[in-house]
T-cell receptor, first 113, second 114 residues
Framework: DMKVTQMPRYLIKRMGENVLLECGQD?????MYWYRQDPGLGLQLIYI???????SEGDIPKGYRVSRKKREHFSLILDSAKTNQTSVYFC????????????FGKGTRLTVV | GEQVEQLPSILRVQEGSSASINCTYE??????FPWYKQEPGENPKLIID?????ERKQTQGLIVLLDKKAKRFSLHITDTQPGDSAMYFC?????????????FGKGTSLVVHP
């Protein structure tokens, strides 16, 4: 069963703490993404990765960094989390660099207090 | 980059009627236009897509239309049911430097009243 797995599903952090969101996919997809979803703003692209160590900024990269050391894993790191980073974060992947379907994980609901 | 505008943001219809969502894009190089449905608490899932070499595509009560000249594409749901209530996102994908990047609209919340 093809899937994108995100851990954890729910997370509460204090302002200033570091946050690590993990994502894995079992479809051997080259391209992986991190999005955040906020009411009224839709899905905003944070970072896109086209392969191992081949990462590009999306539309809202400030305050985030990513790591992709294996094709099947893509991590999102928040150094010193801020309250305005409270959101639902979705990891996603797609096959190759072509224009194809994007598969989303179940999401991580992050609350920064 | 690409900008995708999606309207309306909220759409309320009666069960059995049709629902239409419209999106416009800016980049004439965009060539792939998927539609995703997101049910409450779930992840977005692809429901239908259309490529730039087509003007119309239909599957299981869903119709998508693409007008490349106007840079506009739309989703039409015929005979809506309460199970169609969800958030819908359009997207446009353009190639930049050999890579594709999808840009999503802000979403439409569809409510189907029984």
């Amino acid at each position: 069963d093809m899937k994108v797995t995100q851990m954890p599903r729910y997370l509460i952090k204090r302002m200033g703490e570091n946050v690590l969101l993990e994502c894995g996919q079992d479809m051997s997809h080259e391209t992986m993404y991190w999005y955040r979803q906020d009411p009224g703003l839709g899905l905003q692209l944070i970072y896109i990765s086209y392969d191992v160590d081949s990462n590009s900024e999306g539309d809202i990269p400030k305050g985030y960094r990513v790591s992709r050391k294996k094709r099947e894993h893509f991590s999102l790191i928040l150094d010193s989390a801020k309250t305005n980073q409270t959101s639902v974060y979705f990891c996603a992947s797609s096959f190759s660099r072509a224009d194809t379907e994007v598969f989303f994980g179940k999401g991580t609901r992050l609350t920064v207090v | 980059g690409e900008q995708v505008e999606q309207l309306p943001s909220i759409l309320r219809v009666q069960e059995g009627s049709s629902a239409s969502i419209n999106c416009t894009y800016e980049n004439s190089a965009s060539n792939y236009f998927p539609w995703y449905k997101q049910e409450p608490g779930e992840n977005p899932k692809l429901i239908i897509d259309i490529r730039s070499n087509m003007e119309r595509k239909q599957t299981q009560g869903l119709i998508v239309l693409l007008d490349k000249k106007a840079k506009r594409f739309s989703l039409h749901i015929t005979d809506t049911q309460p199970g169609d209530s969800a958030m819908y996102f359009c997207a446009a994908s353009a190639r930049s430097g050999g890579n594709y990047k999808p840009t999503f609209g802000k979403g439409t919340s569809l409510v189907v009243h029984p």
